[in-house]
């Protein structure tokens, strides 16, 4: 663009100017609150609703359910603190029971394989048939009675090992139970 033609554009530009109408824009007073100044307000706010004269059956009833909340955590917090112990108990218990019937197992394996062996090295010594069938035999009936009288001692240990396990369990019911019929 050439020197004339920017001359001739202002120009035209300021005879725009001075033919349109002054019209002045007047911006809304508004007035700006600090934050300080806000923060102030919501609180006298509050301090009017406080102030506020409640009825008095809504004030009690409010206290009222206010400390029924507190005895119901405090409940909570009781119960939940003896299920913890409850369940600390049974879980040892039941390990120790468990180790001690993995123990009786194992004794009893031993037990049966060692006589076994035994019989075994019985029966290569025998010198004839008849006395081999007869050492079977009674080798037969010692087993069958030492397998009753081992089935019959784990039998009783599971079932003393369950007591054991699940007796705190029941005693725990049972006082969760009246505690409940007491409310």
Do not use: W
């Not at 009017?48 to 206010?66: I, L, W």
């Not at 409940?75 to 029971?97: F, I, R």
């Amino acid at each position: 663009m050439t020197q004339a033609e920017t001359q001739v554009k202002a120009t035209k530009k300021t005879s725009r100017k001075a033919a349109a109408p002054k019209t002045e824009t007047v911006a809304p007073k508004v007035e700006t609150v600090e934050a300080t100044t806000k923060t102030e307000a919501k609180k006298d706010y509050i301090m009017d609703m406080n102030a506020f004269n409640m009825p008095e059956a809504f004030k009690n009833m409010f206290d009222a359910n206010n400390e029924t909340f507190k005895k119901t955590v405090e409940n909570a917090k009781t119960v939940a603190s003896e299920a913890t112990d409850q369940a600390e108990t049974t879980t040892t218990t039941l390990y120790k029971t468990t180790e001690d019937l993995s123990t009786k197992a194992f004794d009893m394996f031993k037990a049966n394989t060692e006589s076994v062996f035994s019989q075994t090295r019985k029966l290569m010594g025998a010198t004839t048939p008849a006395e081999a069938f007869e050492m079977t035999t009674a080798y037969a009936r010692e087993a069958v009675e030492t397998g009753i009288s081992q089935a019959k001692d784990f039998s009783e240990a599971v079932q003393s090992s369950s007591q054991a396990v699940f007796e705190p369990v029941k005693e725990g019911f049972d006082k969760a139970v009246a505690a409940a019929a007491a409310k």
